[in-house]
């Protein structure tokens, strides 16, 4: 058995070009996507390195804020009373206006 090459007929030549070309713009297609992606990473460094710098200056420049005081317990106590009436106020009002919960 001998292998002879069997000549191609206009059909497989011609896909055979169409897959040849499509090759070809994958090719350019990858290497545009691969460039984009380095310029925005590049980019990405650039900005990421202006706002620390804006960060670090701001850091330094600010003003010193003092902390508020904690509340104690018997504050915190006074709140949920307060907060304990207000609450039965409220049921209270929506019972003489005829809401049942």
């Known amino acids: 058995m001998s292998k002879t090459a069997k000549p191609q007929t206009p059909e497989q030549i011609a896909r055979a ?16 996507f691969e460039r984009n992606a380095i310029a925005v990473r590049k980019n990405m460094e ?16 600010a003003p010193l804020v003092l902390k508020k005081a904690k ?10 009373r307060t907060k ?4 039965s106020d409220f049921l209270a009002a929506q019972r003489e206006a005829g809401r049942s919960t």
């Open 17 to 32: 070009e169409k897959q040849r070309i499509a090759r070809i713009e994958g090719d350019k297609a990858l290497a545009d």
């Open 46 to 61: 650039r900005l990421r390195a202006l706002r620390l710098a804006k960060e670090a200056e701001e850091a330094e420049n």
């Open 71 to 80: 509340a104690t317990k018997a504050t915190k106590a006074k709140d949920a």
């Open 84 to 87: 304990a009436q207000k609450l």
